[in-house]
Protein backbone atom coordinates (compact mmCIF):
# COMPACT_ATOMS: atom_id res chain seq x y z
CA UNK A 1 0.00 0.00 0.00
CA UNK A 2 1.04 3.52 -0.65
CA UNK A 3 0.07 6.92 1.48
CA UNK A 4 -0.34 9.86 -0.14
CA UNK A 5 -0.38 13.14 2.05
CA UNK A 6 -1.30 16.71 0.52
CA UNK A 7 -0.79 19.96 1.83
CA UNK A 8 -0.62 23.56 0.93
CA UNK A 9 -4.41 24.54 0.17
CA UNK A 10 -5.97 27.41 1.30
CA UNK A 11 -7.83 30.56 0.17
CA UNK A 12 -6.53 33.14 -1.81
CA UNK A 13 -7.76 36.32 -3.88
CA UNK A 14 -7.93 36.15 -7.76
CA UNK A 15 -4.30 36.47 -9.12
CA UNK A 16 -2.40 34.79 -5.91
CA UNK A 17 -0.45 31.74 -5.60
CA UNK A 18 -0.64 28.07 -4.31
CA UNK A 19 1.68 25.72 -3.92
CA UNK A 20 0.41 22.01 -3.68
CA UNK A 21 2.78 19.49 -1.89
CA UNK A 22 2.36 15.77 -2.02
CA UNK A 23 4.13 13.05 0.02
CA UNK A 24 3.68 9.36 -0.95
CA UNK A 25 5.24 6.36 1.48
CA UNK A 26 5.22 2.94 1.90
CA UNK A 27 5.39 0.30 -0.55
CA UNK A 28 6.59 2.50 -3.38
CA UNK A 29 7.83 0.64 -6.33
CA UNK A 30 7.74 1.40 -10.01
CA UNK A 31 6.46 4.81 -10.42
CA UNK A 32 5.15 5.49 -13.52
CA UNK A 33 3.71 9.08 -12.88
CA UNK A 34 2.80 11.52 -10.27
CA UNK A 35 -0.37 14.04 -10.89
CA UNK A 36 -2.72 16.16 -9.63
CA UNK A 37 -6.13 16.52 -10.60
CA UNK A 38 -8.98 18.65 -8.88
CA UNK A 39 -13.39 18.79 -8.46
CA UNK A 40 -15.50 21.15 -8.36
CA UNK A 41 -18.67 21.07 -7.42
CA UNK A 42 -20.95 19.33 -9.61
CA UNK A 43 -18.29 18.34 -11.76
CA UNK A 44 -16.23 15.50 -12.64
CA UNK A 45 -12.69 14.80 -11.74
CA UNK A 46 -10.15 15.97 -14.11
CA UNK A 47 -6.50 16.28 -14.99
CA UNK A 48 -4.64 19.35 -14.11
CA UNK A 49 -0.89 18.10 -14.61
CA UNK A 50 0.84 15.14 -14.38
CA UNK A 51 4.48 13.59 -14.25
CA UNK A 52 5.64 11.06 -15.90
CA UNK A 53 9.03 9.22 -14.80
CA UNK A 54 10.78 9.43 -18.11
CA UNK A 55 10.19 13.39 -17.45
CA UNK A 56 7.28 13.86 -19.69
CA UNK A 57 4.65 16.31 -18.11
CA UNK A 58 1.50 17.47 -19.39
CA UNK A 59 -0.93 19.96 -18.89
CA UNK A 60 -4.91 20.89 -19.08
CA UNK A 61 -5.36 23.59 -20.98
CA UNK A 62 -6.68 25.71 -18.46
CA UNK A 63 -3.62 24.78 -16.57
CA UNK A 64 -0.88 25.72 -19.18
CA UNK A 65 0.95 28.52 -18.68
CA UNK A 66 0.27 29.28 -14.93
CA UNK A 67 0.63 26.22 -13.20
CA UNK A 68 3.79 23.87 -13.01
CA UNK A 69 3.97 20.41 -11.87
CA UNK A 70 7.66 19.09 -10.24
CA UNK A 71 8.66 15.98 -8.10
CA UNK A 72 11.58 15.61 -5.76
CA UNK A 73 11.78 11.90 -6.56
CA UNK A 74 14.65 11.16 -3.47
CA UNK A 75 11.43 12.16 -1.51
CA UNK A 76 8.53 10.99 -3.68
CA UNK A 77 7.48 14.28 -3.27
CA UNK A 78 5.04 15.55 -6.30
CA UNK A 79 4.38 19.55 -6.14
CA UNK A 80 2.19 22.13 -8.18
CA UNK A 81 2.81 25.44 -8.25
CA UNK A 82 0.04 27.50 -9.33
CA UNK A 83 0.24 31.33 -10.22
CA UNK A 84 -2.30 33.60 -11.13
CA UNK A 85 -5.15 31.93 -9.45
CA UNK A 86 -8.89 32.30 -10.80
CA UNK A 87 -12.31 31.62 -9.16
CA UNK A 88 -12.93 29.09 -11.62
CA UNK A 89 -9.75 27.21 -10.20
CA UNK A 90 -11.77 26.75 -7.13
CA UNK A 91 -11.94 22.98 -6.12
CA UNK A 92 -10.88 20.18 -4.42
CA UNK A 93 -7.46 18.94 -5.50
CA UNK A 94 -5.98 15.25 -5.28
CA UNK A 95 -2.65 13.48 -5.45
CA UNK A 96 -2.47 10.62 -7.58
CA UNK A 97 0.09 7.84 -8.04
CA UNK A 98 0.14 5.00 -10.72
CA UNK A 99 2.86 2.47 -10.02
CA UNK A 100 3.92 -1.10 -11.59
CA UNK A 101 2.09 -0.27 -14.97
CA UNK A 102 -0.84 0.68 -13.78
CA UNK A 103 -1.69 -1.87 -11.99
CA UNK A 104 -1.89 0.21 -8.65
CA UNK A 105 -3.59 3.83 -9.08
CA UNK A 106 -3.39 5.64 -5.42
CA UNK A 107 -5.31 9.17 -4.27
CA UNK A 108 -4.75 11.27 -1.81
CA UNK A 109 -7.11 12.20 0.74
CA UNK A 110 -7.70 15.82 -1.18
CA UNK A 111 -7.07 19.75 -0.31
CA UNK A 112 -9.66 22.60 -1.26
CA UNK A 113 -8.40 25.31 -2.98
CA UNK A 114 -10.48 28.31 -2.86
CA UNK A 115 -10.51 31.18 -4.74
CA UNK A 116 -11.92 34.72 -4.25
CA UNK A 117 -12.86 37.27 -6.92
Known amino acids: QVQLVESGGGSVQAGGSLRLSCAAS????????MGWYRQAPGKQRELVAISYSGGITNYADSAKGRFTISRDNAKNTVYLQMNSLKPEDTAVYYC???????????WGQGTQVTVSS
Open 96 to 106: NLVQDYGSNVY
Open 26 to 33: GNIFRIIS
